[in-house]
């Protein structure tokens, strides 16, 4: 009886212990440096979010402002959109205002006030 | 003589999930009244001392498979960055902005209206306050008090399952079956448990009345209190998950008056109040948000004009609605797995369990429907809502099989 149950325990405690590494590892991407840093100011943000969000984000911050409004060509990217309104909250994002990100490539014709690799940061 | 089998559920387990349910709601309450910072933050180092009570506190000893369950979900949400579309977007932003507006109404300006202002918000109001604790944002942490709303859900259910091993078979099912949901920062994890355990109290309350209160007076009249504050604390916290929770308590709350009403047994008014107090915090919210012109972004908004009617027929109307159906939401593997189970259970001991398996059905059947009619009528292209939703929603009955197939074999019984 005994061992049954000693088998049985050992049997249910590594599909358990299996499926944890299963959901760490291969689903929700675990690292034991998110776990040590986990309570660290802003912390994990390059893990979370792409590497152009972050870049848009710090034009945001740079400039110090409470609105902007993002270029035709970023608006219509889904991913883009929503990661860099949820990341620079509370500066929000605001179609009408005169701040704006848009890419390098794309040809505004406002105040270019600063910019980065990939993005410019526009006074209209 | 007659002969009736009770049922001992673990009474101690019963109280700490009432208190941390308490805990987490107070936490809302106060959110919503806008009460002082430290009101919160005191409340919240109880919600804290309450579960270390439960993970340290030498009564709770028989149940180390779930403090250590509880860890490794606590310790996989904090190791992890909110990546998840639903979970970033619709719970973290929300409690980014109480956290940043101080505010729990803050949707009610209606910023980014697509991001489901109207959603209620228990579980982002607890993240907002750990995150005013610690003083700054950031996308770890927050999602982890999901955990603690976790927690009453799996006590109530534990505390009725008593044998260690049926406890441990639980926990496997729970990872195997919802796993990654549960850490990831969605609340659909939450939905599923929460539903198990409503109907587990109120099948227990008001369905089988087979619970044994206890031997001295005294226990017996706490000891039927707690479990009524449990019952309506799981209740409130279902309803104010998500709007999807509300449905489910609705489901049943009208599966309850249904089984009565064919078994012709009174409603008594304790429960009446009981189902008022647990519907009062949800259609609060909901009016405050009509009020505040926000609302839900469901049946009838999306990227066509025609109504929902027209969408419906439409859909019943083309061979591939079915095909995609089929796909979705029967071809799931874990709903096809635990539907196994539940069939096997049933067959083997319905003679016993009768009136437990035909709540169970009635519910989950009821849902099941429910699920059928919401994706007909979903504004969204249908194979992308159902891909994007169908194994989510089918949580709820997955786990509400499989645990109501292990609760059948519940051993502690007493004859009086």
């Not at chain 1, 291969?26 to 893990?47: A, C, P, Q, V, Y």
Request: hydrophobic share 50%; glycine share 4%.
């Amino acid at each position: 009886m005994k061992t049954k149950s000693f088998y049985f325990l050992t049997i249910v405690l590594l599909v358990c212990a299996l499926k944890l590494v299963q959901i760490g590892y291969k689903r929700i991407h675990f690292s034991t440096d998110l776990f040590l840093n986990s309570f660290k100011k802003n912390f994990g943000e390059e893990h979370a979010v792409s590497e152009n969000v972050l870049e848009a984000k710090k034009l945001i911050l740079q400039s110090q402002i409470s609105n902007f409004n993002l270029s035709n060509e970023l608006v219509v990217n889904a991913y883009f959109r929503q990661r860099i309104i949820e990341l620079s909250y509370p500066i929000r994002l605001n179609r009408n205002s005169k701040f704006l990100i848009a890419k390098n490539s794309e040809v505004i014709k406002c105040k270019l006030k600063s910019e980065s690799k990939k993005f410019k940061f526009y006074e209209c | 003589m007659s002969v009736k089998t009770f049922y001992t559920p673990d009474w101690k387990l019963i109280r700490i999930s009432c208190f941390i349910s308490l805990a987490v709601f107070c936490n809302y309450l106060l959110w919503a009244i806008n009460s002082y910072s430290f009101l919160k933050y005191f409340n919240f180092s109880l919600l804290i001392f309450l579960i270390l009570n439960f993970l340290i506190n030498k009564d709770f000893k028989d149940h180390n498979y779930v403090r250590l369950f509880f860890i490794c979900l606590l310790v996989l949400s904090l190791g992890s960055v909110t990546t998840d579309w639903d979970a970033r977007s619709v719970w973290l932003f929300h409690a980014k902005r109480i956290f940043f507006d101080n505010n729990l109404y803050s949707g009610f300006d209606n910023y980014e209206p697509e991001l489901m202002n109207a959603y209620p918000l228990l579980a982002p109001s607890l993240s907002a306050t750990l995150a005013k604790i610690v003083g700054y944002w950031n996308e770890i942490f927050p999602k982890s008090t999901n955990i603690f709303v976790l927690l009453p859900a799996l006590l109530v259910q534990c505390s009725f399952l008593k044998n260690y091993k049926l406890n441990l078979i639980w926990l496997m099912f729970i990872l195997l079956f919802s796993g990654r949901i549960l850490v990831n920062g969605r609340t659909d994890g939450l939905v599923a448990m929460y539903f198990v355990s409503n109907c587990l109290i109120i099948f227990s309350l008001f369905i089988e009345n087979k619970i044994n209160y206890g031997t001295r007076r005294k226990d017996r009249k706490l000891n039927e209190i707690f479990l009524l504050a449990s019952g309506i604390f799981t209740g409130i916290t279902l309803t104010l998950l998500k709007n999807e929770g509300f449905v489910l308590m609705l489901i049943i709350f009208l599966t309850t008056i249904l089984y009565k009403a064919i078994n012709k047994k009174s409603f008594k008014s304790k429960e009446l109040i009981f189902w008022i107090i647990i519907f009062s915090p949800f259609v609060m919210w909901k009016l405050m948000t009509i009020y505040h012109g926000v609302y839900p972004r469901i049946l009838g908004y999306g990227v066509d004009d025609i109504s929902i009617y027209e969408r419906i027929t439409g859909r019943l109307l083309h061979l591939n609605s079915y095909k995609l159906f089929i796909t979705y939401l029967i071809l799931n593997e874990k709903f096809i797995l635990s539907l196994i189970i539940f069939s096997f259970v049933l067959y083997k001991n319905f003679t016993n369990n009768k009136t437990m398996f035909t709540f169970v059905l009635l519910n989950v059947i009821s849902y099941y429907i429910l699920l059928y009619i919401i994706f007909l009528g979903a504004s969204w292209d249908l194979e992308m809502t159902l891909n994007s939703s169908a194994h989510r929603v089918l949580v709820s009955i997955v786990l509400a099989f499989s645990f109501f197939s292990i609760y059948t074999f519940k051993n502690k019984t007493i004859k009086l």
